[in-house]
């Protein structure tokens, strides 16, 4: 069982936006503003998109916003493209000076 | 560019011993804490062990601790992981990350396969 939680899947069609939920404890998302995402195709390595909460690294599009309330995080894409369709991980910073992930959220581009 | 180059995965049976390397190019190796991830099959990413930049602290997963050593040669640019008294829940995708500040993983390696079975 991941630390964190997220949906298993989620799906939009193109065009549209689409939010993913990441809930975690005070402990970890909630204590800190250490959230980031990661987006991850088949057989690749993953890819960091937002950092801290909600902050985009270079070259990352921004369709792809961060958010946080309380112990949730959320991404969300808009403008739904057919290559956005993966599996996206949230990952947090923890009061074990560790990295908690969630289980991962599949999205389906329809 | 920033690479990280995944290697020494394998075929191990339980109670076995392996040893992963990372080799690290485009940077400054020594300025980074290291981190090693890996990702079972049908499970999502789980966050295995890390290391400081000059190799003095090191954290590791409550699954793997004691069994699991983490260690870097900063002279060389690699990363390692040595796994021993591995078990069938050891089975995943390991993959070396370069760390950033709150937990971040900026870049990744691309990934090798460690396979825990008889």
């Known amino acids: 069982q991941s630390a964190l939680t997220q949906p298993a899947s989620v799906s939009g069609s193109p065009g549209q936006s689409i939010t993913i939920s990441c809930t975690g404890t005070?402990?970890?998302?909630?204590?800190?503003?250490?959230v980031s995402w990661y987006q991850q195709y088949p057989g690749k390595a993953p890819k960091l998109m937002i950092y801290?909460?909600?902050n985009r690294p270079s070259g990352v599009s921004n369709r792809f916003s961060g958010s946080k309330s309380g112990n949730t995080a959320s991404l969300t894409i808009s403008g739904l493209q057919a290559e956005d369709e993966a599996d996206y991980y949230c990952?947090?910073?923890?009061?074990?000076?560790?990295?908690?992930f969630g289980g991962g959220t599949k999205l389906t581009v329809l | 560019q920033v690479q990280l180059v995944d290697s020494g995965g394998g075929l191990v049976k339980p109670g076995g011993s392996l040893r992963l390397s990372c080799a690290a190019s485009?940077?400054?190796?020594?300025?980074?804490?290291m981190t090693w991830i890996r990702r079972a099959p049908g499970k999502g990413l789980e966050w295995v062990s890390y290391?400081?930049?000059?190799?003095?602290?090191?954290y590791y997963a409550d699954s793997v601790k004691g069994r699991f050593t983490i260690s870097r040669d900063n002279a060389k640019n690699s990363l390692y992981l040595q796994m021993n008294s591995l078990r069938a829940e050891d089975t995943a995708v390991y993959y070396c990350?370069?760390?950033?500040?709150?937990?971040?993983?900026?870049?990744w390696g691309q990934g090798t396969l460690v396979t825990v079975s008889s």
């Open positions: 990952s947090s910073y923890t009061s074990s000076t560790t990295a908690a």
């Open positions: 990350a370069r760390s950033r500040t709150g937990g971040r993983f900026d870049y």
């Open positions: 290391i400081s930049s000059n190799g003095r602290t090191t």
């Open positions: 005070s402990s970890d998302i909630g204590g800190y503003n250490y």
């Open positions: 801290d909460v909600s």
């Open positions: 485009g940077f400054t190796f020594g300025d980074y804490y």
